[in-house]
C-alpha cells in the first residue's frame, strides 16, 4: 500500500503529530513530494493542471477571449503550468506563491504540452530549455515567490484574470486581507478573479483544525507543520472580500450533509458559530471591482 493510501486510515491526530515530527526532519520536499506526505497539490499533472486552468476560464467566460490578456495564478503550488497554458493561448502569466515549489526540470512539461498540442493549441516550443527559467522566458511569464511582496511588486490594474485553486484558506489569516487589497489593485477595472475555495480541513476532510484555539493554531510550530489552513469560513471570506473593494459573485457553494464535528468540541471562538455557517465545506466566487 503506497504512503498516501495509509494515510486515508490515520485518525486526524495522528496527522497533526505525524506531520509535526516529519516535517522537522532534514528531508527536501521533493521527497515528501514523492511520498505524497507534504504537496502543494497536484499542478505537476499536466491533466490536473489544465482541468483546473480550464474550469477557472469556463467559469469567467474568458475561455474564448484570452489572446492579449495578463493572468495571473495565485498559489500554483508544484509547477508552472499556468505559463505553458497561458501561452498556448496567447495570453502572459504572473505565478505568485510564497516559495518556489514549482518543479524546474523542464521534462516535467513535455506531457502537458503534449496535451496542449491534441488539444490543437499552439503550445511553445520549450524543447531546447535547459531550466525552468528558460520555459518562463519562452512563456513571456515570471514566477514570483514571496507572497505578499511579491504582489506589491505587480504593476497596478496591469492583471485582466486573477484565479487560485485550493490557496486560500492557506493564506495566513493576518495577510488575508491585505493580499485581497493587492489583488484588487492589480486588476484592471473590467478584471475578473475566480478563487476555488476548500473550507474542509487538511487532516482527513473534517473540521478538526476548529478543536483548536486561535493562539495555538496560530503559533509558530502549528503553521510551519504543513496542515495549516486559515480557518475563516465563507461569511467571513465574502466580507473581507468587500472590504478590500469586491463585488462578490458566488457561483458554487458546497456543504455537507451532517456537520461532521460535535459543538461541544470546537474551540471556544467557534461555539457562536451557527450551524449554517460552519456546514459550508466549499465555495466558487467569482470577485469584480466596485
Ligand atoms: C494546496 S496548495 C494548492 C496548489 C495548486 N493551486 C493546486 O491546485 O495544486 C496551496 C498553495 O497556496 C500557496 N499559498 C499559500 N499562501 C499563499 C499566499 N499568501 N500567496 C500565494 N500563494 C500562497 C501555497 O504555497 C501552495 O502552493
Sequence with gaps: MEVSSINRFLPWWSKIAGKMILNRLPVSYSVWQRLGLFRHGAMDQAAYALGVFDLHMARTGLQDALAGKTILELGPGDSVACAIIASAHGARATLVDVGHFAANAPSTYLPLISLLKAKGLNAPDISHCETMDDVLAVCGAEYLTHGLNSLATIKSESIDLIYSQAV????????FLAIQRECARVLTLEGVCSHQVDLRDHLGGGLNNLRFSRRLWESKFFVQSGFYTNRIHFQDMASLFNQAGFAVD????????????????LAPEFRDKS???????????????R
Design 168 to 175: 486560500l484558506e492557506h493564506v495566513r489569516c493576518h495577510e
Design 275 to 289: 450551524e449554517k455557517v460552519l456546514n459550508v465545506s466549499g465555495f466558487h466566487v467569482l470577485l469584480k471591482r
Design 250 to 265: 458566488v457561483i458554487e457553494m458546497r456543504s455537507w450533509n451532517v456537520l461532521p464535528i460535535r459543538g461541544r468540541q
